[in-house]
């Protein structure tokens, strides 16, 4: 129940009476003692610490005065200054010492001085002189130096007071001294002029600072504080931030001092009372809690405020009385009355009764009119729900009430309904039925009648269908329509009612859903499923119904991915788009596009008589070979094409669909840019490549792959000096097979590093075994193992390698890395970069098949090549042989001035040994000096006779 104050009313007047007569002569009785007794203890106390403050100040005056006085008599040492006046490196020891003996000295007057750190001579070409608690002089501070230096030049002859600092000594402990300091200058008398030859600085201690002010100080309240020019903390009571500014230490900055002033730190007040040391710029502090001075006034404070409190609590006790029986009864009456007037009260909300006086009967009155009020509303409020209930419901669904006059055929629509279809009824709502059956979608409209007829003829239970109806905005919208017909009493049906739901957003997503699941988003073309399910329904038209055959192309773009990886996918993206609009332009409206996806995509050429699909093959290629412009740079790209006809009798999509996949890599083999029209050989080639894939993997877990082993010997002496070892597959149906018959295939398929793998771990183990067998001989062998290029950029190669070297405890040395230059080729600066990791571990690195298509002379300058294999057709002296010997020549000299060795392949007479050695070439290798064999053969016919 709310209670309402305003000095207007009962209650407030009330309370504004007793307030004055009781709590106003309390409450300024109080305020006048108070304010008396506080303004006259702050006065007391500020006389007292003005004394303290004059004490303190003589006293300080005392000390400073007396640094001052040592600074001026050790200024005056003609020792000193002609000590100082020469270099560092110029002083005698006998000089240093007189000099600060002459400064020990003059400070025996000073004993009574306590508190004195060190005396600091610095001279303008390096020399330091120090006096003081220590001797040890670790460093300057420079930056302290230069700022008392020019302080003290600015001020001539007069001592500069520089306050708390840090040390100018790095040696001294102290973290905090008083500084002061004055510049020597050596007077010259015959140009009557002077110059600067040095620095004296003095550091004092703040402790016996504080021990002396300490002394000085009075019994008070609070404490002292002496600050100086910068508002750094040279004195202060409790010595807790002695030397730290005072903005540091308490967050509270002071940027200009009267006599007295406040000031609050975290939330307190503090009378500060200060005087300021105009000679030195430094200012005396005494800081006095407020609360302490004001303590005394505590009586007058708890009396006052009891008295507040005792008439205060008569007040409110009177306050809520008068406030409870009295002013809210009839306040909450009134309240009622202006609800029921505007007819917001609620009839359950009725008035307590307490007690027996008037306010009471009052109250029981005003609950007897409510409780007749009660019964009249009820129906109403039933009522009113009922049809708001309906309304919501209606208008939640999307729905509209509608019934249909079967005898003069008219149609009654709700309002709601109309209007969320844009149809325009008469006022009524009313639409003839003709009216009604233009408007419906013509799709559809033999669909609603015959609806309409089976349910009137007793062959459904109601009548429910969906279909498009024409609104005002001349659109169609989805809705669906339910209904059930009443009949009279000859038992004809007069008339229909139902209710009408738009679906239109229903119908749109699914037909989004099925848009989307049969073309491709990028460009949007048909997909790969949309490609599949109209296949397979030409395939049973073609069964059924003899069609005439239609044809397959699948399509790959070439060169495609240089565009996608060096502009990015944006920039592939484009070009996927305006490929798409050129094949567009190359088919027959009755043609199927698609794409499968990344560059790939499939026509459906529906008839193919008289070699259309090669007139289609060919333009196609001819649009996509023009440039593309593609973010203002031109681009070339052409196209693979594999075709496949129907007429070869394929049972499913997935099968014509592989074929042309197959002829498509056919042309892509071909040269690319090309067409390829499907044969069944392809296919048996590539049931050999699946074969021959799963035969290689089994091959290694069977350990069908040897390596076999051929010399590396010198040309002239025939000594070994390399074994290079060569995989063997010894397979179980076709016998040793050479590397060449499945190497390459190996490497198409990323079978290689397997392969690889295999290969290095048996030929160093192999290789371990034959070292120790040659253990005590003078023979030094290393090991060749052929690289392709998947091994060479395989990441966890090296580690594997570096891993199976220790194992063995081998040296990296021992083997040779032996790379074809075709190799280098395919990628150049990567090709670089692992041959560099491989050289920097300790392997060698061969460079193999030399003088063929990709060999260059560059090779070996930019990569660490330690020996060049020259390949076995620059042999063949039979054709034009001083040619040969010429090229031979050239390629071995230019590998010496580089510092390569050179290693003939193929060496298998001895003319051919004959001139190897006529040209200077170091080793030979070939049928001449033994054929590759496996390592229990190499071993009975080569090592074991070494």
């Given amino acids: ?30 305020y006048v003692s108070y304010t008396t007794t506080a303004k006259t203890l702050v006065e007391q106390e500020l006389n007292h610490t003005n004394s303290m403050i004059a004490a303190q100040e003589k006293v300080l005056d005392v000390i400073l005065r007396e640094i001052e006085g040592l600074i001026h008599n050790i200024s005056g040492i003609e020792i000193l200054i002609d000590a100082m006046d020469k270099k560092n490196a110029d002083l005698s020891t006998f000089e240093r010492l007189a000099a600060q003996a002459q400064i020990g000295y003059i ?42 230096k020019a302080a003290a030049t600015v001020s001539r002859n007069r001592i500069v007071w520089a306050g708390a600092t840090r040390p100018i000594n790095l040696s001294i402990d102290n973290d905090y001294v008083l500084t002061a300091a004055k510049v020597i200058q050596k007077a010259n008398l015959t140009a009557n002029a002077s110059r600067l030859v040095g620095t004296i600085v003095i550091s004092y201690d703040l402790d016996n600072i504080h021990k002396t002010l300490s002394a000085a100080s009075f019994e008070g309240l609070g404490s002292s504080m002496l600050l100086d020019q910068h508002q750094h903390i040279i004195f202060q009571q ?49 800081i006095i809690p407020e609360k302490d001075l004001l303590a005394r006034t505590q009586t007058i404070r708890l009396t006052t405020g009891a008295s507040v409190a005792f008439g205060l609590s008569i007040l409110i006790i009177g306050f809520f009385y008068l406030n409870r029986r009295i002013v809210n009864p009839i306040g909450n009456l009134v309240q009622k009355f202006q609800k029921i007037n505007s007819g917001e009260f609620d ?13 009471t009967e009052l109250t029981r009155w005003f609950n007897l009119t409510v409780a007749t009020l009660i019964d009249r509303e009820s129906y109403a409020i039933a009522l009113k729900e009922s049809e708001t209930r309906h309304e919501l419901i209606l208008k939640a669904s999307h729905e509209g009430i509608w019934d249909w006059n079967l005898v003069n055929n008219v149609i009654t629509l709700s309002a709601d309904f109309a209007q969320l279809m844009g149809l325009n009824p008469d006022t009524q709502g009313k639409i003839h039925t003709a009216k ?100 397979t329904q030409l395939f049973a038209a073609e069964k059924r119904e003899h069609m005439t055959s239609f044809a397959l192309m699948f399509l790959d773009l070439d060169g495609f991915k240089s565009v996608n990886d060096s502009m990015g996918h944006a920039a592939g993206d484009r070009l996927l788009k305006e490929t798409s609009e050129r094949l567009k332009h190359c088919l027959r409206e009755a043609d199927v596009l698609t794409r499968f996806g990344g560059d790939e995509f499939v026509i459906l050429l529906t008839n193919i008589e008289q070699f259309r699909y090669a007139q289609v093959a060919q333009r196609i290629i001819a649009s996509l070979k023009e440039p593309y412009t593609i973010m203002r740079q031109e681009h070339r790209v052409g196209a693979s094409i594999g075709v496949t006809l129907s007429s070869n009798g394929y049972a499913s999509p997935e099968e014509m669909m592989r074929d042309a996949d197959l002829a498509m890599y056919r042309a892509k083999a071909a040269g690319k840019n090309c067409y390829v029209l499907f044969d069944h050989s392809m296919r048996q080639e590539m049931l050999r490549t699946i ?41 179980p149906d076709k016998g040793l097979l050479d590397a060449i018959e499945f190497i390459e295939y190996a490497e198409q398929k990323d079978l290689i590093k397997d392969i690889g793998y295999w290969a290095l771990d048996t030929a160093l183990t192999q290789y371990a075994a034959w070292s120790r067998n040659l253990q005590g001989k003078d023979v030094k062998l290393e090991i060749a193992v052929n690289f392709s290029i998947k091994q060479l950029f395989d990441t966890h190669l090296l580690t594997f390698l570096i891993e199976k070297l220790d194992a063995l405890k081998l040296p990296a040395s021992a083997l040779i890395i032996d790379v074809k230059a075709s190799v280098i080729a395919q990628d150049s600066s990567r090709a670089k970069q692992a041959l560099r990791m491989l050289k920097d571990k300790g392997c060698l690195i061969h460079l193999d098949d030399f003088g063929m298509d990709y060999s260059s002379l560059s090779y070996l300058i930019d990569y660490p090549v330690d020996a060049l294999k ?73 090592i074991k006779n070494i």
């Fill in 1 to 30: 129940m709310r209670m309402m104050f305003r000095f207007t009313t009962l209650t407030g007047k009330f309370t504004a009476f007793l307030f004055v007569m009781s709590l106003m002569p309390i409450l300024v009785l109080g």
């Fill in 107 to 148: 400070l025996n007057g000073y004993l009574g001085l306590e508190g004195l750190v060190s005396i600091d001579v610095i001279s303008e070409y390096g020399s330091h002189f120090h006096v003081g608690q220590t001797l040890a002089q670790s460093g300057i501070n420079q930056s302290l130096l230069e700022e008392l």
């Fill in 238 to 286: 409790d010595k807790l931030h002695l030397g730290e500014s005072i903005e540091q230490a308490y967050q509270v900055a002071l940027d200009s001092f009267d006599e007295t002033f406040k000031v609050v730190y975290e939330g307190l007040p503090y009378l500060v009372a200060s005087k300021e040391l105009t000679f030195y710029g430094w200012t005396l502090l005494r």
């Fill in 347 to 359: 009839l359950n909300d009725q008035m307590p009764e307490e007690g027996s006086d008037e306010i």
């Fill in 436 to 535: 009604w059956m233009s408007l419906i979608h013509p799709s559809d409209r033999e669909g609603f009648n015959k609806q309409v007829s089976d349910y009137l003829d007793g062959k459904t239970d109601k009548f429910i269908f969906e279909y498009r109806i024409k609104t005002a905005l001349d659109d169609y919208r989805w809705i669906l329509s339910h209904g059930i017909a009443v009949k009279d009493e000859t038992g004809k049906y007069i008339l229909m009612a139902g209710s009408h739901t738009d679906i239109n957003s229903r119908k749109e997503a699914e037909e989004q859903l099925t848009h989307d699941a049969f073309h491709d988003k990028l460009t949007g073309l048909y997909n790969r499923a949309f490609l599949v399910s109209y296949l």
């Fill in 691 to 731: 074969r021959l894939e799963q035969d290689i993997q089994h091959a290694l877990d069977r350990h069908e792959f040897q390596l076999y082993y051929q010399s590396i010997v010198d040309t002239h002496t025939k000594e070994l000096q390399q074994i290079e070892c060569f995989a063997r597959w010894n397979h």
């Fill in 870 to 942: 020259i390949e076995r057709s620059l042999l063949d002296i039979d054709d034009n042989p001083e040619q040969r010997t010429k090229v031979i020549s050239g390629i071995i000299q230019f590998a010496e001035a580089l510092g390569i060795r050179c290693i003939a392949e193929g060496v298998e007479t001895n003319d051919q040994l004959a001139l190897l050695r006529s040209v200077g070439c170091h080793s030979v290798q070939g049928y001449l000096i033994d054929r590759p064999v496996n390592a229990d053969e190499y071993y009975q016919t080569v």
